[in-house]
């Protein structure tokens, strides 16, 4: 789900943005950051909602070639240090972006108080926030059913993946 075109007109994401600020300051945060994209935008903005520092990560290649790794910039990295950090994406479904984000950030040593989205596609985010023991906030949520590749019923019955 793409949700970037909500940010270019930053009028229309304001009722939202002040709606998931509210739920985010209450875990005291002194920086926000989000992966690029919608993730930076949405954090970037709550920045200045909120007060606060802002800082981003960039998406790059995984080690494996499969895998995705975000990175906060060399020059953001000390900034992070210590600091109290909300975490948020636009939209939180697999996860990965925000997975990739947060072992980023705790590399550079950040304290991660908050995981925030606008909406939450599926169920997995709040699995990995329990895991990580973290707050997670967000607005909405909408199904979305992913089966791990032993529980998926279109595997059990011998459907090959397609490209499209």
Known sequence: ?????????????????????????????????????????????????????????????????????????PPLRQAVRGKRVALVDDAISAGSAVRATLTDL???????VVIGALLLVGDRAQGFASEKHLPLEWLDQVGNPLWEPSECPLCASGVGISEP
């Open 1 to 73: 789900m793409d949700l970037d075109a909500l940010f270019t007109v930053p009028g229309t994401v304001a009722p939202f943005l002040r709606a998931i600020a509210a739920k985010i300051a209450r875990h005291d945060p002194a920086i926000v950051c989000g992966p690029l994209t919608g993730g930076a935008f949405l954090a970037q903005l709550m920045a200045v909602e909120l007060g606060v520092g802002f800082s981003f990560a960039e998406r790059q290649a995984g080690t494996d070639g499969r895998s995705v790794a975000y990175a906060i910039p």
């Open 106 to 112: 705790e590399a550079c040593g950040a304290i991660v």
